[in-house]
Nanobody, 128 residues
Framework: QVQLVESGGGLVQAGGSLRLSCTAS????????MGWFRQAPGKEREFVAA????????DYADAVKGRFTVSRDNAKNTLYLQMNSLKPEDTAVYYC?????????????????????WGQGTQVTVSS
């Protein structure tokens, strides 16, 4: 059974940092694009960051550029999101996602419907 499990969420003060992890089991995602999305209360789920399987390419939502860094360790089947200079508006449930099929080198996807597997989410709360 394929599973993506996020961890690392929590409560942090504005200006603080958190590192989210997403560990995959059941199959390898070492040749698939992976991404992070988030959903704040009363809002639609939105794209945060994505990374190609080769780690050549990354992309970020404008709201997090310069503050968040996405990375992955294919040997550990794990995706990371380092979040610095956190703001109250970053408060949301954060989800990791992966594609089912291998993706071309350097190719990225930002659409929610382009991902096949999703984690259960981890809550990030930033207090002011």
């Amino acid at each position: 059974q394929v599973q993506l499990v996020e961890s690392g969420g929590g409560l942090v003060q504005a200006g603080g940092s958190l590192r989210l992890s997403c560990t995959a089991s059941g199959r390898t995602f070492s040749r698939s694009c992976m991404g992070w999305f988030r959903q704040a209360p009363g809002k639609e789920r939105e794209f945060v960051a994505a990374i190609s399987w080769s780690r050549i390419s990354t992309d970020y939502a404008d709201a997090v550029k310069g503050r968040f860094t996405v990375s992955r360790d294919n040997a550990k089947n794990t995706l990371y999101l380092q979040m610095n200079s956190l703001k109250p508006e970053d408060t949301a449930v954060y989800y990791c996602a992966s594609q089912l099929s291998p993706t071309p080198v350097g190719r990225l996807f930002k659409g929610e419907n382009e991902y096949d597997y999703w984690g259960q989410g981890t809550q990030v709360t930033v207090s002011s």
